[in-house]
């Protein structure tokens, strides 16, 4: 894995969650862009696991605490869905926590609740592992 695939991975879930917000601007449930977003990404070949459950494992002992990841994207990109008027830092926190517990260099927080995607409706996340990464 290498910091310019996991940018190219993120430049087209970029454009595949900007394809269904065309098709569908803000207004619905997150559920529903999500089922979209699934789709498309399937269009696109894109691999991803929805909805995968996150092992909490606390001092050796699996916890059956049901943390959900909306899509788990290539193994590497964590991505949380959002339908919201404005994204808290308890969000981002999820994502973070997301992160750390799939061993994911890279996270994406979009919001389907605004005007533009690309400019308003998504941010990106890197943890150390990221920075490690070789360039090429």
């Known amino acids: 894995m290498t910091k310019k695939f996991l940018d190219e991975l993120t430049y087209n879930v970029i454009g595949a969650a900007i394809e269904v917000h065309k098709e569908f601007p803000a207004g619905l449930l997150e559920s529903v862009y999500q ?11 894109i691999n991803f696991q929805s909805e995968l459950v996150i092992p909490i494992i606390y001092k050796g002992v699996n916890l059956n605490a049901e943390l959900r990841c909306d899509l788990f994207v290539e193994n590497c990109l964590v991505l949380e869905l959002k339908a919201v008027e404005c994204v808290l830092p308890i ?4 994502l973070f926590t997301y992160m750390k517990l799939l061993n994911s260099p890279k996270g994406m927080l979009i919001n389907f ?16 592992l990221f920075r490690n990464l070789p360039d090429k």
Do not use: D, M, P, S
């Open 35 to 45: 089922r979209c977003l699934i789709q498309e990404l399937k269009l696109r070949g």
């Open 91 to 94: 969000h981002e926190a999820q």
């Open 113 to 128: 609740n605004c005007v533009n995607i690309f400019k308003e409706g998504q941010k990106t996340y890197v943890t150390e």
